[in-house]
């Protein structure tokens, strides 16, 4: 039986999930809601970088970016962070779209698979 990592677990969710080789990180928002698209971009995006390095792998090993963004009107402003942030020729598989989220000041939400 291959063993399954739950990391940073509520009673809701876990915030990482490790299975072979494999890295899961559920839906990362930003602290500071009051904030404009760029900076909780910023934070979500730290978000994930720590809970990588949590899981033992770094950005470098991006397989999937799944973004969700309140607004289509956030997404020149979300890629602008986001481009600076990617690591230049490892870009992983990407989709984005615009949803209702879960509380109508997160501008963003972000969820990744990585290898391990």
């Not at 072979?20 to 990362?28: F, R, S």
């Not at 020149?76 to 109508?104: F, H, I, K, T």
Request: proline share 2%.
């Amino acid at each position: 039986m291959t063993d399954i990592a739950f990391l940073d677990q509520n009673a809701r969710r876990s915030r990482a999930v490790v299975h072979g080789g494999t890295v899961y990180l559920a839906g990362q928002t930003a602290d500071d809601r009051t904030a404009g698209i760029e900076e909780q971009t910023r934070q979500v995006l730290a978000k994930i970088d720590e809970m990588l390095a949590a899981a033992g792998t770094d950005k470098s090993k991006l397989l999937n970016v799944t973004i969700w963004l309140a607004s289509m009107g956030d997404f020149a402003g979300m890629n602008a962070v986001y481009d600076a942030w990617v690591v230049e020729g490892r870009r992983p598989a990407r989709c984005c779209s615009a949803v209702q989220l879960a509380a109508p000041d997160i501008r963003v939400e972000i969820m990744a698979v990585a290898a391990a």
